[in-house]
């Protein structure tokens, strides 16, 4: 059975940085695309990025340059660095996983697996 387990949110003032860990049971990185998304107060989950099996990585307009997704396959984790974070940043962190497959997809149904989510609130 898979299962993936977020940690490290918090509560952070604008311009700190967070990392986000999402361990992964039961499934080997090698064979999978992970992805990270967001949820909102009253908001649609939506896109943060995601990474290959090899290393390719997607990310939404709103994480480019500040955010980053990398994997330790020994530890089968996944990582999202956060960097310069403002308010808007505020909600529920998700961790996702799918078969991997030629396309990097963003799209929230594409993932077949999903963790129970972090909170990240960043005040101003």
């Known amino acids: 059975q898979v299962q993936l387990v977020e940690s490290g949110g918090g509560l952070v003032q604008a311009g700190d940085f967070l990392r986000l860990s999402c361990a992964v049971s039961?499934?080997?990185?090698?064979?999978?695309?992970m992805g990270w998304f967001r949820q909102a107060p009253k908001k649609e989950r939506e896109f943060v990025g995601s990474?290959?099996?090899?290393?390719?990585?997607r990310y939404a307009d709103s994480a480019k340059g500040r955010f980053t997704i990398n994997i330790n396959n020994n530890l089968n984790t996944v990582y999202l660095q956060m960097n310069a974070l403002e308010p808007g940043d505020t909600a529920v962190y998700y961790c996702?996983?799918?078969?991997?497959?030629?396309?990097?997809?963003?799209?929230?149904?594409?993932?077949?697996?999903w963790g129970q989510g972090t909170q990240v609130t960043v005040t101003s």
């Open positions: 996702a996983a799918k078969p991997v497959t030629s396309i990097l997809t963003s799209m929230t149904t594409d993932f077949t697996y």
């Open positions: 039961g499934r080997a990185l090698s064979r999978t695309i």
């Open positions: 990474i290959g099996s090899t290393g390719n990585t």
